[in-house]
């Protein structure tokens, strides 16, 4: 979850994960899906090694102020993000399926978990398996490809999140204190962070991006602050982006210190 640019330029951090009981269109067809602790330390996927390299090939321009080129773009992506984490999630012997994706121009939108929230930029909601990406007037006046990227790949984290049992296992938990539900909600995030960075760098060399492009990413990252720690998100996200793996990614077993 990313605030949007306009929120970095204003110092207002915007963005929220929606989260439910349901899992529409995952069926355990490769083995059953792990709960509890399992999913969250022992989890199979941290299992998989790297992720295969290069499967985006050809990354489409963007057009300033084009909400259908932004549209365009988020689907290349997606794209991406589905042919990557299939072929992970196969490995570990999980079920995968694709998520659901919207683009909406207005606030209020419904998007499974009730309306699309004033601030956000994009959201996943566990209810529907559904991304939905705000893209505003005013959103598409300061987008460019890195932010689109990085924001879809962080969203779709918490789909493999879905998908492997962990984010089922986060929500069906009872927390006894706002203290404790809280650290376990930068847990899962700063988990995404990491299994974004773990994606986009298996794809940054087919994409012939340059290590300042990955400077940038991180410096939009760190206002996430929601997230955790500014240190922490860029320690997140940079691990997976140097290890290409999700066995880079498990915040439930990391030091305190690593998801504050």
């Known amino acids: 979850m990313r605030p949007p640019i306009i929120a970095l330029l204003c110092g207002v951090l915007a963005s929220v994960l929606f989260t439910g009981t349901a899992s529409a269109g995952i069926t355990e067809q490769n083995g059953p899906v792990p709960t509890g602790t399992a999913a969250l330390i022992h989890n199979p996927i ?3 090694g790297k992720l295969d ?37 196969t490995k570990a012997k999980l079920p995968f399926a694709k998520p659901r994706f919207e683009t909406t121009s207005r606030l209020g939108f419904p998007t499974g978990c009730g309306p699309f929230p004033k601030g956000a930029q994009a959201l996943y909601c566990s209810r529907n398996n559904k991304i939905t990406f705000l893209l505003s007037p005013g959103i598409l006046s300061q987008a460019n490809e890195l932010f689109l990227f990085q924001t879809m790949a962080h969203e779709y984290g918490h789909h493999v999140q879905q998908l492997t049992g962990i984010m089922r296992t986060y929500t069906s938990r009872k927390y006894r204190t706002d203290k404790e539900f809280l650290t ?18 298996s794809v940054w060399r087919s994409l012939n991006r340059r290590p300042s492009d990955f400077t940038y990413v991180l410096s939009y990252a760190r206002s996430t602050a929601s997230h955790g720690k500014a240190q922490n998100v860029a320690y997140w996200l940079t691990r997976g982006f140097e290890q290409e793996s999700p066995g880079a990614c498990n915040t439930f077993s990391a030091p305190k210190s690593k998801v504050a």
């Open 46 to 48: 941290y299992k998989t």
């Open 53 to 89: 390299p290069g499967t985006c090939q050809q990354e489409e321009s963007l057009s300033p102020g084009d909400r259908e080129s932004a549209r365009v773009y988020l689907e290349f992506v997606l794209d991406c993000l589905n042919d990557s984490w299939r072929r992970q999630l």
């Open 184 to 201: 376990e909600v930068r847990k899962v995030e700063l988990q995404a962070e990491c299994l974004s960075g773990a994606f986009t760098g």
